[in-house]
Nanobody
Framework: QVQLVESGGGLVQPGGSLRLSCAASGSIFNIYRMGWYRQAPGKQRELVATRTSSGYTNYVDSVKGRFTISRDNAKNTVYLQMNSLKPEDTALYYC?????????WGKGTLVTVSS
């Protein structure tokens, strides 16, 4: 079992920045990929960014050049640095961790981009 706890969401003006954190605990040695997904009101959950244990990263086109996913292995934490935020980035952001047996989700952290 893997437990994930997100933090760092909040209200920010367009053009601003936020950094989301996701702390993992439990059977973290089995994790081969971690990532961030988001779900805006009335929309399906979508992938934002993922990072494998070997360092390979993947981003949805709409955030390329603005968001960066990183991982601190010593703290068992994955981050999502979000710059140049836009109103369309408003969503509930979820942390995800994949093992060979299952996928795990956090409860989400809300990001609101508004003036």
């Amino acid at each position: 079992q893997v437990q994930l706890v997100e933090s760092g969401g909040g209200l920010v003006q367009p053009g601003g920045s936020l950094r989301l954190s996701c702390a993992a605990s439990g059977s973290i040695f089995n994790i081969y990929r971690m990532g961030w997904y988001r779900q805006a009101p009335g929309k399906q959950r979508e992938l934002v960014a993922t990072r494998t244990s070997s360092g390979y990263t993947n981003y949805v086109d709409s955030v390329k050049g603005r968001f960066t996913i990183s991982r601190d292995n010593a703290k068992n934490t994955v981050y999502l640095q979000m710059n140049s935020l836009k109103p369309e980035d408003t969503a509930l952001y979820y942390c995800n961790a994949d093992t060979l047996d299952a996928g795990y989700w956090g409860k989400g952290t809300l990001v609101t981009v508004s003036s």
